[in-house]
């Protein structure tokens, strides 16, 4: 059984249709990517994983159990936890209590702010200053903390690199693997396709709210992922 | 394709040309009430009058200039002091003090937009009351005003109306109709207006319109500036009426807690609302009457719920399912499709 | 001189009751960008049910909590969830008219059941008690109790907003209520307790009202107003804040009643415009902007 099986998911924001009939299946301790250009529906499949998209009946299982309908504040406590597009850290919470809020749900497990003031330092040094006033990369440390903290057994990162500049990427990316290492399952959105190459073990590209290529990276040719993302006329 | 020449901006409905005629119909009618009406029924229909008019004023702020105001007693009890300043210290006319007060209601609303504009959305409306407060403690404290316990419109004004008791009933109910429709008019034509549309544009999104370059400021100071002018103007016309004034009563907060009630339970933010709002308000008032704030709780929590689960109003509801629009102040995009 | 020392003093300790009214309002504004127009008839209600708990029960007025506080806070949160969470989002109409109709509701029904009259909560000698200073000066003990309670509130509710796990809650759900569900955080269930927690305060509030002054059915709404003036003048969002609020606003009144009896409400009000001219933010506004 998949940890994460998702079968034929459609999503809407009112009248207009997001994803089509999306299929996808993450395996326990496995990274997966998706891939795909501006506006292919990748957020929005991990808003609907997440539980802040409203989804049809049945499409998104997580370990042999219907999720589609659970509210988002239920998820977390299921092992679902997300790292948001642009951060999102809560501007009147310390870098501290912003990693300690993240463990809300309480559920059980390794992390703690000890383990990730051990992966990210400099978080450690600056625990009592508000989170907006951390730098673009200290802030992405504190939002992967945070999501850390939720004990998760899938992680979702919705565009990791965004906004931020190379040398820092390469920082944050660094602790992908560690947080693997750890049996945490990842699942990345990712415009940065060489980002996404790097750490997965599956890639999805989506393209117009459909998965237009799935594959392992060392298999993919650039012609074929041109393909699956920008679409092809002929 | 769709041809453009094939577009046009549609205001009038088949509806709204029958609406005119029969609102024309109508109105005669009204006009010749005085003359085989009873007193009761006129006395009935000018607080029908003053009552509608007061709804749309509010609703223009609200439901159009996002201004959640529930100090609009503020202008009511000035304006209906202001007859009694006029008419007995100055002697000016009592019907001429309506449009006075009107005017030094809009005059006195500039300091007061001064200090509640500085209010943000919902403490907005709390400042609008406490500067109610502020007036009726102020006149309270006026004592050539009668001080707290307020006064008496004397005979001398009151006869200088009209010496015949029929001809004066007459010409109050001529007056609060005149109001009324004015009231009315010229709330539809500013919709229909430039103005209209920033402001439509304002209560849609107080954010889009800015970016389009709406001046929220401006338009929203017109609006708080022009039901200040109706509501002081109103409220000379209920004072003459009553022919007895106190800060109690001309600052009471149920004033305005009636027209909110009328206008939510009618249909905000549009014209045709407030007037099924107020019909709705008298026809239940009359056997309610005798239960008195049992008739209260049913408005109270009938507005609640309307809020909750149909904001848009009683007539909301209806013109969505029979599309029907007496004032259409809204433009339409119509246009016809060819088939090639 | 000492008359106008006295004036302030008890000026000073009026605020105390005023912050108890006005921090129920701060917090619920805080938490979720609301503003109950129902918080006066609600001091009110209060102090209607411990009228209840203490005639009826035969509770003394103090104990009288453990029953009010409880139906309060259940009040609260049920209000909440049934009602008022269904008006939160960007357009500011529902919560207003609808906090402003269920005013009119509650007004009218506790006018139904207890009628027009005035009443006041007994409590014995506590309300005659004083304390000498000075010659000629002396504090009530009663005013000075409300004080000392609104204080230690005010320093709990500081404690609970910034050292727990709920206070970060309801903090991290002000900030963003949708980033806050994905940390397991149900906002629906947090604006209720916040609810629930302001209804708390104002049921200490409601005794504290019941027994320093008469109150009848109609007696919310200057609650609300005065609530309101102490949050503005005190800056939206500051706990103590409201505290400064409310002691500027029962110095006013103090002051305004010394010099005409007529003048003290609108004396208080004056302040609050003035203040509101001069400082429209308050005198200590919260940082971050809204």
């Known amino acids: 059984m998949s940890l994460l099986e998702v079968n034929n998911l459609d999503a809407f924001y009112g009248?207009?249709?997001?994803?089509?009939?999306?299929?996808?299946?993450?395996?326990?301790?496995?990274?997966?990517?998706?891939?795909?250009?501006?506006?292919?529906?990748?957020?929005?499949?991990?808003?609907?994983?997440?539980?802040?998209?409203?989804?049809?009946?049945?499409?998104?299982?997580?370990?042999?159990?219907?999720?589609?309908?659970?509210?988002?504040?239920?998820?977390?406590?299921?092992?679902?936890?997300?790292?948001?597009?642009?951060?999102?850290?809560?501007?009147?919470?310390?870098?501290?209590?912003?990693?300690?809020?993240?463990?809300?749900?309480?559920?059980?497990?390794?992390?703690?702010?000890?383990?990730?003031?051990?992966?990210?330092?400099?978080?450690?040094?600056?625990?009592?200053?508000?989170?907006?006033?951390?730098?673009?990369?200290?802030?992405?440390?504190?939002?992967?903390?945070?999501?850390?903290?939720?004990?998760?057994?899938?992680?979702?990162?919705?565009?990791?690199?965004?906004?931020?500049?190379?040398?820092?990427?390469?920082?944050?990316?660094?602790?992908?693997?560690?947080?693997?290492?750890?049996?945490?399952?990842?699942?990345?959105?990712?415009?940065?396709?060489?980002?996404?190459?790097?750490?997965?073990?599956?890639?999805?590209?989506?393209?117009?709210?459909?998965?237009?290529?799935?594959?392992?990276?060392?298999?993919?040719?650039?012609?074929?992922?041109?393909?699956?993302?920008?679409?092809?006329?002929? | 394709m769709i041809n453009s020449s094939r577009y046009w901006v549609q205001r009038s409905t088949a509806t709204s040309r029958l609406g005119a005629v029969l609102g024309i119909m109508l109105l005669a009618v009204l006009i010749s009430v005085p003359y085989w009406g009873g007193r009761a029924e006129m006395r009935l229909l000018v607080e029908v009058f003053y009552i509608l008019a007061l709804a749309q004023l509010w609703n223009l702020l609200a439901g159009y200039g996002g201004l959640v105001s529930v100090g609009q007693q503020a202008f009511l009890g000035f304006g209906g002091y202001m007859l009694f300043v006029f008419s007995i210290h100055v002697g000016v006319g009592a019907v001429w003090t309506i449009p006075l007060a009107g005017i030094l209601g809009a005059l006195i609303s500039l300091p007061v937009a001064f200090l509640v504009f500085r209010l943000r959305g919902h403490y907005?409306?709390?400042?609008?009351?406490?500067?109610?407060?502020?007036?009726?403690?102020?006149?309270?404290?006026?004592?050539?005003?009668?001080?707290?316990?307020?006064?008496?419109?004397?005979?001398?004004?009151?006869?200088?109306?009209?010496?015949?008791?029929?001809?004066?009933?007459?010409?109050?109910?001529?007056?609060?109709?005149?109001?009324?429709?004015?009231?009315?008019?010229?709330?539809?034509?500013?919709?229909?207006?430039?103005?209209?549309?920033?402001?439509?544009?304002?209560?849609?999104?107080?954010?889009?319109?800015?970016?389009?370059?709406?001046?929220?400021?401006?338009?929203?100071?017109m609006v708080y500036i022009f039901a200040a002018f109706g509501t002081a103007a109103i409220g000379a016309l209920i004072f003459l009426t009553k022919l007895r004034i106190s800060p109690a009563a001309a600052f009471d907060i149920n004033w305005t807690t009636t027209v909110i009630f009328i206008v939510v339970i009618g249909g905000i933010g549009t014209i045709e609302g407030p007037i099924i709002g107020t019909i709705i308000y008298f026809l239940l008032r009359e056997p309610l009457a005798d239960y008195g704030s049992w008739y209260l709780i049913l408005l109270g929590s009938t507005a609640v719920l309307i809020m909750l689960k149909a904001p848009q109003g009683i007539w909301g509801l209806i013109s969505e399912r029979f599309e029907l629009r007496f004032f259409p102040v809204q433009r339409q995009l119509r246009w016809t499709v060819n088939d090639d | 001189m000492i008359e106008w020392v006295n004036t302030v003093l008890q000026g000073i300790l009026t605020g105390g009751l005023y912050a108890l009214f006005a921090a129920g309002l701060a917090i619920i504004f805080g938490v979720m960008r609301l503003v109950n127009i129902t918080h006066g008839d609600l001091i009110v209600l209060s102090a209607f049910v411990a009228m209840v708990a203490i005639d009826v029960m035969g509770f003394n007025p103090f104990i009288s909590l453990v029953a009010v506080l409880p139906i309060m806070f259940v009040f609260g949160y049920i209000l909440q969830r049934s009602i008022l969470n269904f008006t939160l989002g960007d357009d500011l109409l529902p919560p207003l008219l609808v906090t402003f109709g269920l005013s009119i509701v509650i007004q009218n029904l506790l006018l139904q059941i207890f009628s027009a009259d005035s009443q006041r909560i007994k409590a014995g000698s506590l309300e005659i008690l004083s304390i000498q200073l000075y010659e000629n000066l002396s504090v009530g003990v009663f005013p000075l109790i409300v004080f000392i309670v609104a204080v230690f509130i005010i320093i709990g509710l500081q404690y609970l907003f910034s050292n727990t796990r709920i206070g970060r809650a309801f903090?991290?759900?002000?900030?963003?209520?949708?980033?806050?569900?994905?940390?397991?955080?149900?906002?629906?269930?947090?604006?209720?307790?916040?609810?629930?927690?302001?209804?708390?305060?104002?049921?200490?509030?409601?005794?504290?009202?019941g027994i320093s002054t008469n109150f009848d059915p109609s007696a919310g709404p200057s609650r609300l107003l005065f609530a309101f003036e102490a949050v503005i003048m005190g800056g939206l969002g500051s706990l103590w804040g409201t505290l400064a609020g409310g002691i500027i606003l029962g110095v006013s009144q103090n002051i305004g009643a010394k010099l005409d009896p007529g003048w003290q409400i609108l004396a208080g009000h004056i302040a609050f415009l003035v203040i509101l001219v001069f400082r429209p933010n308050g005198l200590f506004p919260r940082m971050r902007d809204d």
């Not at chain 1, 988002?72 to 809020?101: H, T």
């Not at chain 1, 899938?154 to 990791?160: C, K, P």
């Not at chain 1, 060392?218 to 002929?234: C, E, M, P, Q, V």
């Open chain 1, 15 to 234: 009248d207009f249709q997001a994803l089509f009939g999306i299929n996808l299946a993450i395996e326990e301790g496995e990274a997966v990517a998706i891939i795909g250009a501006n506006g292919a529906g990748k957020s929005t499949f991990l808003r609907s994983v997440s539980g802040l998209v409203t989804n049809t009946a049945d499409a998104i299982n997580y370990r042999g159990m219907d999720i589609s309908h659970r509210a988002a504040s239920d998820i977390v406590g299921q092992g679902i936890a997300m790292v948001p597009e642009g951060r999102k850290l809560f501007p009147s919470l310390s870098v501290e209590e912003n990693l300690l809020i993240g463990g809300y749900s309480q559920r059980a497990g390794a992390w703690n702010l000890e383990r990730i003031y051990g992966m990210f330092p400099i978080l450690k040094e600056r625990r009592d200053v508000a989170g907006t006033a951390l730098s673009g990369g200290e802030q992405q440390m504190t939002a992967i903390g945070r999501a850390l903290m939720a004990n998760p057994e899938l992680i979702l990162f919705d565009e990791l690199s965004l906004g931020l500049a190379p040398i820092v990427i390469n920082d944050i990316y660094e602790s992908l693997p560690t947080i693997k290492q750890e049996g945490v399952t990842l699942l990345l959105v990712e415009q940065d396709i060489n980002k996404a190459l790097e750490v997965a073990d599956r890639v999805y590209c989506f393209q117009e709210g459909r998965v237009s290529l799935t594959g392992v990276p060392r298999n993919l040719t650039k012609d074929s992922i041109a393909a699956a993302y920008f679409g092809s006329d002929k």
């Open chain 2, 124 to 221: 907005f409306a709390i400042g609008t009351w406490v500067v109610a407060e502020v007036f009726m403690l102020i006149f309270a404290q006026i004592i050539a005003l009668g001080g707290g316990s307020g006064a008496s419109l004397p005979v001398s004004v009151v006869r200088s109306i009209a010496s015949s008791r029929s001809v004066r009933e007459a010409t109050i109910y001529w007056v609060a109709l005149a109001v009324v429709v004015a009231v009315i008019v010229v709330i539809y034509l500013l919709l229909r207006s430039r103005h209209g549309l920033a402001l439509t544009a304002i209560r849609d999104s107080e954010e889009a319109s800015r970016s389009l370059g709406v001046d929220n400021f401006r338009a929203k100071l």
């Open chain 3, 171 to 209: 903090r991290a759900t002000s900030d963003d209520a949708v980033t806050a569900q994905l940390m397991g955080i149900n906002d629906r269930h947090i604006f209720s307790l916040s609810m629930a927690l302001a209804l708390l305060i104002v049921g200490i509030a409601g005794l504290f009202v």
